[in-house]
């Protein structure tokens, strides 16, 4: 069965950076684009970045551009978000998702469990 | 973009139906047939209960329902059961390799 488990979280001040992983198992993860959605305490969910399956394309909400990157590693089934600048509203539940497509036109089927990022001084 | 419109809440008794709209534009919910409904209970990840506007993934009760309309998508639950009780979210691709979400919608199960 598909499995998607995101690690990496945790509280961060304002600037600093961290890394978001996403480990997949259950599923040819080579062949599918993947997301990142987030959702703030309370709020609803904030589709943030897609990458097409083999990493040739990446794309994100204008809130995140120049500040987080999307990558892959198809070798070891893990999607990545390297997140810089870090602002609080940034904090949220991070969850990695699997899109229904190969180049992620379809939207998310399968999400992880999430991990809650916090930045705060 | 700005985020697909829905109604904050929405109730039903045990048995009935209810309906939750997701309004958008012609740039993302009238513009494309990619639109999906999520089902979040409390503190759990979001789960895929529609797709393409009216399919339903293997494992999802024919008790769901989706729709579309120009640029107002909907989701209906027949039936309904006390597990139905939870958030739910529509999202629909936006062009540009962009995705939107709903502003969600509270189900309760009077």
């Known amino acids: 069965q598909v499995q998607l488990v995101e690690s990496g979280g945790g509280v961060v001040q304002p600037g600093r950076s961290l890394r978001l992983s996403c480990a997949a198992s259950g599923f040819t993860f080579s062949s599918y684009g993947m997301h990142w959605v987030r959702q703030a305490p309370g709020k609803g969910l904030e589709w943030v970045a897609l990458i097409w399956y083999d990493g040739g394309n990446k794309y994100n909400i204008d809130s995140v551009k120049g500040r987080f990157t999307i990558s892959r590693d198809n070798s070891k089934n893990t999607l990545y978000l390297q997140m810089n600048s870090l602002r609080a509203e940034d904090t949220a539940v991070y969850y990695c998702?699997?899109?229904?497509?190969?180049?992620?036109?379809?939207?998310?089927?399968?999400w992880g469990q999430g991990t809650l990022v916090t930045v705060s001084s | 973009q700005s985020a697909l419109t829905q109604p904050p809440s929405a109730s039903g008794s045990p048995g009935q139906s209810v309906t939750i709209s997701c309004t958008g534009t012609?740039?993302?919910?009238?513009?494309?047939?990619?639109v999906s409904w999520y089902q979040q209970h409390p503190g759990k990840a979001p789960k895929l209960m529609i797709y393409e506007v009216s399919k339903r993934p293997s494992g999802v009760p024919d008790r769901f329902s989706g729709s579309k309309s120009g640029n107002t998508a909907s989701l209906t639950v027949s039936g309904l059961q006390a597990e139905d009780e939870a958030d739910y979210y529509c999202s629909s691709y936006a062009g540009s390799n962009n995705y939107v979400f709903g502003t969600g919608t509270k189900v309760s199960v009077l």
């Open positions: 012609s740039s993302d919910v009238g513009g494309y047939n990619s």
């Open positions: 998702a699997k899109d229904r497509l190969i180049y992620g036109y379809g939207g998310p089927d399968y």
